[in-house]
């Protein structure tokens, strides 16, 4: 999860944030810093180099995402939330918001017993693995 996510930092949304005084990165972490540590860990050619968000946006749909069998995941102290769809999309793509104290950022945070959202993708999940297998055999 974590380097799929830095992969699309590095090369997609740009989304690369250093620290600063009272942030929650250390304050020393410059974007110079986190450039150099895309280009180690994927190569100087896979680096972005205008970050151009418009155009993944464009890509992928923006606020409207384009797509199918994508299922969106919330969690309700997460502050990046109000950055993600509020509701389904469609069948093929389901919204599920998990809510407690605590339920942070890519379900940090989120006790054990609470796996409503996780049962919804797991789901989601072996019904389109199933169909994909089914139109192989066919």
Same mark, same amino acid.
């Given at each position: 999860?974590?380097?799929?996510?830095?992969?699309?930092?590095?090369?997609?949304?740009?989304?690369?944030?250093?620290?600063?005084?009272?942030?929650?990165?250390?304050?020393?972490?410059?974007? !110079? =810093?986190?450039?150099? +540590?895309?280009?180690?860990?994927?190569?100087?050619?896979?680096?972005? &180099?205008? /970050?151009? *968000?418009?155009?993944?946006?464009?890509?992928?749909?923006?606020?409207?995402?384009?797509?199918?069998?994508?299922?969106?995941?919330?969690?309700? !102290? =997460?502050?990046?939330? +109000?950055?993600?769809?509020?509701?389904?999309?469609?069948?093929?793509? &389901?919204? /599920?918001? *998990?809510?407690?104290?605590?339920?942070?950022?890519?379900?940090?945070?989120?006790?054990?017993?609470?796996?409503?959202?996780?049962?919804?993708?797991?789901?989601?999940?072996?019904?389109?693995?199933?169909?994909?297998?089914?139109?192989?055999?066919?």
């Amino acid at each position: 999860m974590a380097r799929s996510w830095r992969w699309q930092k590095c090369t997609e949304l740009a989304y690369l944030q250093g620290g600063y005084k009272g942030s929650l990165r250390h304050e020393g972490l410059s974007l !110079d =810093d986190l450039v150099a +540590q895309c280009k180690h860990v994927f190569g100087d050619e896979v680096i972005a &180099p205008d /970050c151009n *968000t418009a155009r993944t946006n464009t890509f992928f749909g923006g606020a409207t995402p384009t797509g199918s069998k994508i299922v969106f995941l919330d969690y309700s !102290d =997460d502050p990046w939330n +109000q950055a993600s769809v509020q509701h389904a999309l469609g069948p093929e793509m &389901p919204y /599920c918001m *998990t809510t407690c104290d605590g339920c942070g950022h890519c379900g940090a945070g989120v006790p054990k017993n609470l796996t409503h959202c996780t049962d919804v993708e797991a789901s989601y999940v072996a019904k389109w693995l199933k169909e994909a297998q089914d139109r192989l055999n066919h």
